[in-house]
């Protein structure tokens, strides 16, 4: 126990403000470098440059972007309802910028006027409130498609409600084993239990929730493979092909976000939040306000667990960023399979598992600690290779994906794929030459 | 600051938000608009239900109603007239008797929660909540009574909604 002294009074709404304030433009900040970083990142793995003309290697092309689109001319579809059509990007913001508030990013700071933890508001819903505000970002999505006049875009935002609706089901359901295990949902009591009283970060223990909540993730923030609500090639652009200037620039940053605290909240939920690994140095949590259980905080500390909590976020970030660039689009009856046949009743399992292996090691007397992770890995080996391998459904694991592929007519209304001869082929125009 | 009334100032803020999303709805003639004047009813209702402790029940309110139920009924008002402007089936003059029940039964609702005696908000409900909420945490403090005192209506709710789905997967299926 350290009593580090509460903050009261006039310092206390300082403190809010600045945090406040930080995470609201360490989010902006980070959103507009992430234009730029999915550039690069996209033109590394193409093997091109990406932009490098503004700024040094490119560094204030987000800035040149953002004065582009303040300056652009704003337009209006005909025969649209222009309130909504206003309205839209706001509604796909907001939620996306308040969401973040919930999320613990660094070990407590200690200050001359009382202790400062490092999180806008630890509420004691903790992650429901993401769910709950997310789940409200779908209406910025659905007016636009809506009051732009315009069948692509209406096509486009039906089906970001349809997949959001469906991947809800799912994210929510691979949450349960982790309420298992930290007895409760708010996120600081989530890394606390990561990094003091289980020992382990839930990407281990829960591997398969992991999984699942990653597909989910991808989902619910519209990215590739799940991007079928803007789809380029079908769509034009989905439900913000009427939007231009800054508006369009809106849905982007709500994009954005929404990744940021997607990756943000990977991090704590799975790989331990800020805590630093093999180090019990950093494990503290606030109890009470003021007084800290575990360690002694200090100021390198909070400096040093963010940066963890960077590094890990980052990893997501990019993570998002590898898959948009790796994988083609699914088709949207993919999807929508995957959602509902797959993943649904594949969590409802999982769930059922976990519970019963957690009830059975709680009923043995198991204590709580080192062992009991390891056990719960090992146990938790089981669905996870099982799920692998029947959705491999003998392709990758079994070997017979290519041969698979060569026999037989093609599905009905594929046309542009490889041709079942292809490689006999090559070998008579090699042999020909 | 603790003199200043901010809890007080918001429930008003969302008090008026509340009604005024809830006339909204009925008197647009825009489906599109009313179901977004309901969603900001179900909205300030949330956060009256934070200002009141009961921070579960608002995640749920917003996670159930406004995220997941309005969100299809914009889906079934869109696929079915796109949200234009349409008739009322409301004629004649049914509508007032069925407005004066209404509201007679809103007012029996107001009357038994706070004015009758014994009533819910008289009972000290408030340090309740929060000695709940202290001893098992936001989620604990519902889920303990649900599955435990209350676990056989809690199941037997189950089975009616069950019931409901596979009534209107047979109605769906059966050749028109």
């Known amino acids: 126990m350290h009593d580090m002294g509460a903050l009261t009074g006039a310092p206390w709404l300082i403190a809010m403000l600045i945090k406040v304030l930080v995470v609201f433009f360490g989010t902006m900040v980070v959103v507009a470098l992430l234009t730029l970083m999915e550039r690069k990142v996209s033109a590394w793995m193409q093997d091109r440059l990406g932009p490098n003309r503004v700024g040094p290697g490119g560094l204030l092309q987000p800035a040149a972007d953002g004065l582009k689109n303040i300056l652009k001319e704003e337009t209006y579809p005909a025969h649209a309802s222009k309130l909504f059509f206003v309205l839209a990007p706001m509604l796909a913001i907001g939620p996306a910028l308040i969401t973040f508030a919930v999320i613990p990013f660094a070990a407590p700071l200690p200050t001359p006027w009382g202790l400062v933890d490092m999180i806008v508001a630890d509420l004691p819903i903790g992650i429901l409130y993401i769910l709950a505000i997310t789940s409200l970002g779908i209406y910025g999505i659905v007016m636009a498609g809506w009051a732009s006049n315009n069948k692509y875009s209406f096509l486009g935002g039906l089906r970001a409600a349809a997949q959001m609706v469906s991947y809800e089901v799912s994210l929510g359901l691979s949450l349960i084993p982790i309420f298992f295990l930290a007895g409760n949902v708010t996120l600081t009591q989530i890394v606390w239990s990561q990094q003091q009283e289980l020992g382990w970060w839930y990407a281990f223990p829960l591997g398969l929730s992991f999984l699942f909540f990653v597909i989910s993730a991808f989902a619910e923030t519209n990215r590739l493979p799940f991007d079928v609500a803007e789809a380029e090639s079908e769509l034009v652009t989905g439900y913000h092909t009427e939007y231009s200037s800054m508006k369009f620039s809106m849905f982007f940053i709500a994009e954005y976000s929404n990744m940021v605290t997607a990756s943000a909240l990977m991090a704590t939920l799975f790989l331990g939040g800020w805590d630093i690994p093999f180090f019990t140095f950093d494990n503290m949590r606030v109890i009470a306000p003021g007084i800290v259980e575990g360690a002694e905080p200090a100021w390198w500390k909070t400096l040093l667990t963010f940066g963890a909590f960077g590094i890990k976020t980052l990893f997501f970030i990019f993570l998002f960023m590898w898959v948009r660039w790796t994988v083609p689009r699914f088709r949207y009856d993919q999807i929508m399979h995957l959602g509902w046949k797959v993943l649904l009743p594949s969590a409802l399992a999982y769930v059922t598992f976990m519970a019963a292996a957690i009830l059975t090691l709680d009923t043995l007397g198991v204590p709580f600690d080192f062992w009991y992770g390891l056990i719960l890995t090992g146990v938790n080996l089981v669905p996870t290779v099982l799920f692998l391998v029947l959705i491999d459904r003998d392709r990758v694991i079994g070997g017979t994906a290519p041969a698979a592929r060569r026999s037989g007519p093609l599905p009905q209304g594929i046309t542009a794929t490889r041709r079942p001869n292809a490689d006999a082929n090559v070998e008579r125009e090699n042999q020909e030459a | ?176």
């Open chain 2, 1 to 176: 600051m603790t003199d200043f009334p901010l809890t007080q100032l918001l429930w008003w803020v969302f008090a008026s938000m509340a009604v005024g999303g809830g006339l909204g709805m009925v008197t647009r003639r825009n489906p599109v608009a009313s179901l977004l004047f309901l969603v900001l009813t179900f909205f300030s209702l949330a956060a009256i239900y934070v200002l009141l402790g009961a921070h579960f029940i608002a995640a749920i309110q917003i996670i159930v109603y406004a995220g997941a139920i309005m969100v299809l009924f914009l889906f079934v008002i869109m696929l079915l007239n796109l949200g234009h402007d349409y008739q009322s089936d409301l004629r004649g003059g049914v509508w007032i008797v069925v407005g004066f029940v209404a509201a007679g039964t809103v007012g029996w609702f107001i009357w038994q929660s706070f004015g009758a005696p014994g009533a819910v908000l008289q009972r000290g409900g408030e340090q309740q909540i929060a000695a709940s909420v202290e001893q098992m945490n936001a989620v604990g403090a519902i889920a303990y009574p649900l599955f435990r005192d209350y676990i056989v209506p809690f199941e037997l709710v189950g089975i009616l909604l069950l019931v409901a789905i596979i009534g209107a997967v047979l109605l769906a299926k059966r050749r028109v």
